[in-house]
């Protein structure tokens, strides 16, 4: 099949590149150049497990990226991939999406297959696909006959190859017969079960999940914080409620909170909708409550500990959101360095992928090339992100000069750090 993906963001870039290992001739449209050439010279401009090889094996025979919507006219199926980022309030910005569906009309108004179909991948509010992308192609051509449809992902970053060619499920979200056809064949290489559903409930499961999610963090932070008073070790006590299989132990592991592109968001636009229809979101709000208290935890933890922050120096280890990325969106690290700036302490700190990132946005903390550098010589230190690398640490906790340990991770190997929840 013709695919068309709008938008060669982290999303949009995976999905293109796995629907072209499946054999589909796939173009990425993009509005900035330098990833365009990036993508075309098969240089991810991403870091994504796998990418770059599937880049590598498909660029010049049946993946390209664009910066012009033409390949729109002869596409089977062309999903909209753009960003859905947060309005002040927490609600989803469709700015880039109302652009793309007006765009996509314009191309289609052109030339077109027989029938195109219209898939949403962003994550969207609920009735975005019908009364916002749908409405808008129907509206400029009332005469076309094409599919609407909601397909969400569940790509975690840093795996979101593996996620998309091994997913739990796919969810098609179309009344259409004749658009759901389509988007069973497009994915016929995959073997997952596929849920076919409509495309408001498409929208909502994508939202649910991840809130869901978010929300047994939040519910083993609370959790831990318990355990901690009480002296239980919570990973214990997770693992024996995740054993039950209503359950399952994963998305149960208490630390400093979640952070990310995703689930921050997700949660705030999806209390936002609550709001819009004169509900309150008593449940996801405690959820994003515990998250926002969480990182301040590891704060007064070291205060505990150590004293007064004033001139302290303190090692921040890990400030991606997680390991294997560069990403700082949301990472719990932010309000950790902040407030240690703002109690005059001086955070030195390592992540070996995400400093980059950090600098430009905290450049007032120092930030060093090795987790051995930030120690040395440090009043105390705080494990921010679950970086396998941080658990061979060892006689590099001996360079400091107070050994005030918190792990917010439980990612440590040594004995005497202090977990944030155990
Ligand atoms: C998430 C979802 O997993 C994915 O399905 C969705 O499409 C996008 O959002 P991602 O943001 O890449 O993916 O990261 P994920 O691996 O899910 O972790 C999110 C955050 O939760 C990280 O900050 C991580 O440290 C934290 N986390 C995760 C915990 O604190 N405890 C856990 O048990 C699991």
């Known amino acids: ?211 869901l999610l978010a929300a047994k963090i939040s519910f083993a932070n609370e959790i831990g914080n318990l355990c901690k008073k009480l002296g239980v070790d919570v990973y214990e006590v997770m693992k024996g409620v995740g054993m039950d299989s209503r359950v399952s132990p994963k998305f149960l592991n208490a630390g400093a909170g979640f952070g990310g592109s995703c689930f921050p968001k997700d949660v705030s636009a999806l209390a936002d909708i609550i709001r819009k229809e004169n509900l309150e979101p008593v449940f996801l709000d405690a959820v994003l409550k515990v998250n926002d208290l969480q990182p301040l935890r590891m704060i007064s933890l070291l205060e505990e500990k150590i004293g007064e922050l004033t001139g302290k120096r303190i090692a921040v280890l890990g400030l991606a959101f997680k390991d294997n990325t560069d990403d700082i969106r949301e990472s719990r690290s932010i309000p950790v360095i902040e407030k240690l700036l703002a109690a005059g302490a001086k955070p030195v700190c390592y992540d070996p992928m995400a400093s980059d990132a950090m600098q430009k946005l905290l450049p007032n903390a120092e930030y060093v090339a090795t987790a051995a550098s930030a120690l040395i010589e440090a009043d105390g230190c705080l494990v921010m992100t679950e970086w396998p690398e941080f658990t061979k640490l060892d006689k590099e906790f001996d360079l400091m000069k107070t050994r005030a340990i918190i792990d917010g991770r439980h990612i440590l190997s040594i004995p005497d750090a202090e977990g944030i929840c155990w």
Not at 3 to 10: A, N
Not at 140 to 152: I, S
């Open 1 to 211: 099949m013709n695919v068309t993906i709008i938008g060669g963001g982290y999303v949009g870039l995976v999905t293109g590149a796995c629907l072209s290992t499946l054999n589909h001739n796939v173009t990425i449209v993009e509005i900035f150049p330098e990833k365009v050439e990036a993508i075309n010279s098969a240089v991810p401009p991403i870091y994504e497990e796998g990418l770059e090889d599937i880049l590598k094996a498909r660029v010049g025979k049946n993946l390209t990226a664009s910066t012009t919507y033409e390949s729109v006219q002869t596409a089977d199926a062309v999903f909209i991939a753009v960003g859905t980022p947060p309005n002040p309030d927490g609600s989803a910005n469709l700015t880039y999406i109302r652009q793309a569906a007006e765009n996509i009309a314009e191309e289609l108004a052109k030339a077109h297959t027989e029938y195109p179909v219209v898939v949403v991948k962003s994550t969207v509010p609920p009735g975005t696909t019908k009364n916002v992308v749908c409405k808008t192609i129907r509206e400029k051509l009332p005469d076309l006959k094409f599919g609407c449809c909601m397909n969400p992902e569940f790509l975690r970053e840093g795996r979101a190859v593996f996620d998309f060619m091994n997913p739990d499920r796919i969810v098609i979200g179309t009344a259409d017969a004749r658009a759901a056809d389509v988007m069973h064949s497009l994915y016929a290489g995959i073997e997952a079960p596929i849920l076919d559903v409509e495309p408001t409930a498409a929208e909502m499961i994508k939202y649910t999940s991840n809130a």
